[in-house]
Each structure stands twice: as C-alpha cells, then as structure tokens.
DNA sequence: TTTTTTATTAATCATTTGTTTAATTCAGAT
DNA sequence: ATCTGAATTAAACAAATGATTAATAAAAAA
C-alpha cells in the first residue's frame, strides 16, 4: 500500500487547487487555503515549506494529469487523422467541462513563468507527433491546404479551449446558464472535427 | 481644451494599466505602481482614492476602447459578411499585436465579475449584429451550413483571441523570436477568413 | 509502559500592503 | 508681494499575509 497519504495534506492540496484555480496565485492566501481546508494555518508549511512550493507542486500535477492523457491521442499511429481530431476534441471537451477554470489557470500563471511549464515530460513534442506527420502527409499527397502546420494546432486548440476561457462572460452576455453553456460545449465535440476538416481540405 | 490632465494622473495611469496587464490586479502593489510611474505613493489615492477605483478605471477605459473600434465594423450594413470578417480579423490582430497581453487580462479579471462587463454600452449587441443577420440570411438562402450563431461568433473569436494567450508558451515550445510569432499573427489575418468561410459552406 | 517520533495547535514575528495624515512646496489669483 | 487652494512629499498606521515557534496531543517504536 503506498498510503504515504495524509488527510491532511490531501486536504489542503484540494482546497489550494479549488482556490488557486479560481482566483489565481496571488489572489489566494494562506489562510483562505487553511480555513477552505479546515486544517490549521501551520500546516501549510509544515507540509509543504512554502506557498510557492505548494503552488508549484499543483500547477504540476494539474498540468501532467490533463497533458498524459492527450499525449497518447495524437501520437497514436493506429488511428487516422480525422479519428485524432475527434478523439482529442472530444476527451479535451470533457475534461475542460470537468474543470472549467483549468485552461484560464494555466495560460496566465505561466504566462511570467513559462519555463516551469517545459520542465513537463509530455510537452515538446506535439509539433513532432503522429498528428502533424499525417498532417504533412495529406499536404503531401494534395489532400490538404499547405499551411504551417503550427497554425493547424493552434486552430484546434483554440476552437476548443477558448470558449472555456470566456464563458463567464459569454454566459451573462447571452443570458446562458451553466448547463445550457455545457450544451453547447457537448455540441462542439462533433462539431469542431468537422470544421477542421473542412479549414483544412482543398 | 479640456486639458484637464494632470501629468502625474496619466503617468499613474499609464504604469497601473502596464502592471495590470502584467501581473493582474491581485499581482500588482500600489508601491510597484508608485514605483513604476514615478510618483509618490500617495499621489494614487489622492488622484484615484483606491487601488480598486484605479483598477475599475483602466478596465474601463482599456475595454471600451476595444469594443468600440470593433462595434462599427459588425454593424456595418455596407459590408458583405465576408468583408464584416476580414476587417474583423485584421483590426483585431492589429490592436492584439499592440497589446498582447490585453485579452487575458480581460477574461481573467472579468472572470469573478463579468457583471462589471455588462455596463459597457457596446456589449451586448455582438449577437443582434449585422453581421449576424447575414449569417442567419446566409443559412436561410442554403449557402450556409446552419449550426447556432453563437458558435459561429465564438469561433472567429477563438481563432482570433485565443492564440495570443498561449503566446507565452507557444513561443517557449517552438522557441519563436517575439518577431516570428509577430508574423504568424500577422499571417492569421489572411488565413482566418478563409478558414471561417470554408467551415460555414455548405 | 515508556520513549521517541510525528502531527497539530495557538500564538507570535516580520514584512508587505493599502491607505491616511500632517507638513511642505508650488501655481495662480488678488 | 501676499494669499489661497491644489499638488507633492515623507512618515506613519492598521490590517493582512507568509512564515515560524514553542507547547501539546497523537501515534509509533522500544
């Protein structure tokens, strides 16, 4: 049994995401994250040394819990490219409805820091998985529009991820509630593959 | 003349909204803003009375000023849909290029109080544009596929927007000079417009 | 049981941070 | 030149905040 867990320190692991992923950073203080987690002030350091340290600690396990699970899909060589994109946009979608404040979290905590987030095993090669190859492949044998392959990527994260990072304000604007909001979302899950197919096709 | 400025206000100003967009609100210090702009400190109560009265400003000021030059350009009724999405592009790149850091500022601070965001004049009407009854005239000619408006707002946003946010990391991952993301940018603004229409045709 | 290590607590420290005050300088009106 | 109100400054205040300490309780080892 590897219950080298704490209660406690589970404690106030979870309570640090909720608040980190929710106000950010410096917005969040110790003793928010020891009265959200019922555990006294002291515990913090005496488990993890330091806020920053506790910070580091879940920005890193966030970010490889979300990125292993994708990196598999695109470099997968047994599924074609249409399959990746409807895979990746479909597992992306339910895990960003799961944690809606994830990808807004992300992008602006390393926003000043981006180094940390290269320590991460799984990030550098996306530009060198599976999906591009087959990518560059389509390009090759004239299937495809030749764009920089860079821009592929970026539109289907943008297609996915964006909405996510405005919906607070796509919600009041357009008098959304929560679940009508993930409705739309479900939605996309189909439909994003196929808009990239078709940005994409001659 | 309403020179009704006071040197040392705008040079608050001017600081405050470079460390905001930098740090956010929770991020930034009064002394770094002092700091930063070259004045005493108490200079930012005596002109703004708070912090959070000078956050309120800038936030204003910042978001108007990018709405408004946008409004016009959806609400045109001189102009084809597909001219509405070209200029879109092109002057929101321009204007994001200026100031990259602007849109995640602005969904991360919106992001716990989008209700500030509706006072603006300019917000709620994206969805009852022109350029919405064209897509909606589009959809009913047959020349368009029909999916939900909002979806097709929100992806010219996305391909738009959401780029400038992971610029950060895609520029660490990709190791791009500032000047080469710059052109990629500046790339997008002829590639998205195509990309928008060829997802829409049927 | 006794001893030793680990976990928990309340209190405290040292900075940081937003804001205010009281004194001083400056500019324009009289 | 003098007076008046606005602008500026250094200093200080009070609350918040990250971190530590010393004492206590609980658990594990002896």
């Not at 990030?123 to 599976?130: D, G, L, P, Q, R």
């Not at 357009?174 to 409705?183: D, M, R, T």
């Amino acid at each position: 049994m590897d219950s080298n867990f704490s209660q406690t320190e589970l404690k106030i692991k979870e309570a640090a995401k909720t608040l980190f992923l929710k106000k950010g950073y410096s917005g969040t203080t110790t003793r928010d994250i020891a009265k959200e987690s019922n555990i006294n002030l002291a515990m913090l350091n005496y488990y993890f040394r330091s806020k920053w340290k506790l910070f580091e600690i879940i920005m890193f396990e966030t970010l490889y819990e979300f990125l292993s699970t994708m990196v598999e899909v695109y470099n997968d060589p047994l599924t074609s490219l249409e399959e990746k994109i409807e895979i990746c946009c479909s597992r992306y979608i339910d895990k960003t409805i799961e944690e809606p404040l994830l990808p807004s979290f992300v992008l602006n905590e390393l926003k000043n820091n981006p180094s940390s987030f290269l320590k991460m095993p799984t990030t550098k090669m996306i530009m060198k998985s599976e999906l591009i190859l087959q990518y560059n492949e389509g390009v090759k044998k004239g299937i495809y529009n030749k764009v920089e392959p860079i821009h592929f990527v970026i539109n289907i994260f943008s297609l996915i991820v964006f909405p996510f990072m405005c919906s607070p304000i796509m919600m009041k604007m357009e008098n959304l509630s929560k679940n009508e909001f993930k409705g739309l979302m479900e939605e996309r899950k189909k439909l994003i593959p196929n808009w990239i197919i078709q940005m994409i096709k001659k």
